[in-house]
């Protein structure tokens, strides 16, 4: 079996300015970047002392878990769904 060369994140570590919107862009990518940009967030909302950003992460972790599920599956509409969600997290 032959290794496959396509990087599902080669997007994001070939491209000095993060993801553009055009052609090259689908849903797959813009969903991987928001769910990346997301459990950056989780960890900072796991620094907060004394517990205070534990609701936070955990209804993050969910959103993320229930993406990546969406990913797996393939399942384009909830893709997009997760999608929205993900991108209106701070």
Same mark, same amino acid.
């Given at each position: 079996m032959?290794?496959?060369?396509? &990087?599902p994140l &080669?997007?994001l570590?070939?491209?000095?300015?993060?993801?553009?919107?055009?052609?090259?862009? &689908?849903?797959?990518? @813009?969903?991987?970047y928001?769910?990346i940009?997301? #459990?950056?967030?989780?960890?900072?909302?796991?620094?907060?002392p004394?517990?205070?950003?534990? @609701?936070?992460?955990?209804?993050?972790?969910?959103?993320?878990?229930e993406?990546?599920s969406?990913?797996?599956?393939?399942?384009t509409? @909830?893709? #997009? #769904?997760?999608?929205? =969600? @993900? =991108?209106?997290? &701070?």
């Amino acid at each position: 079996m032959t290794p496959s060369t396509n &990087d599902p994140l &080669d997007f994001l570590n070939n491209n000095p300015h993060g993801i553009q919107s055009g052609s090259q862009t &689908d849903l797959v990518q @813009l969903l991987l970047y928001e769910i990346i940009r997301v #459990k950056d967030l989780i960890v900072y909302y796991d620094s907060i002392p004394n517990g205070g950003g534990q @609701l936070g992460s955990s209804i993050l972790n969910e959103l993320v878990s229930e993406a990546y599920s969406s990913l797996v599956n393939y399942d384009t509409i @909830l893709m #997009k #769904k997760y999608y929205d =969600l @993900l =991108l209106n997290c &701070d």
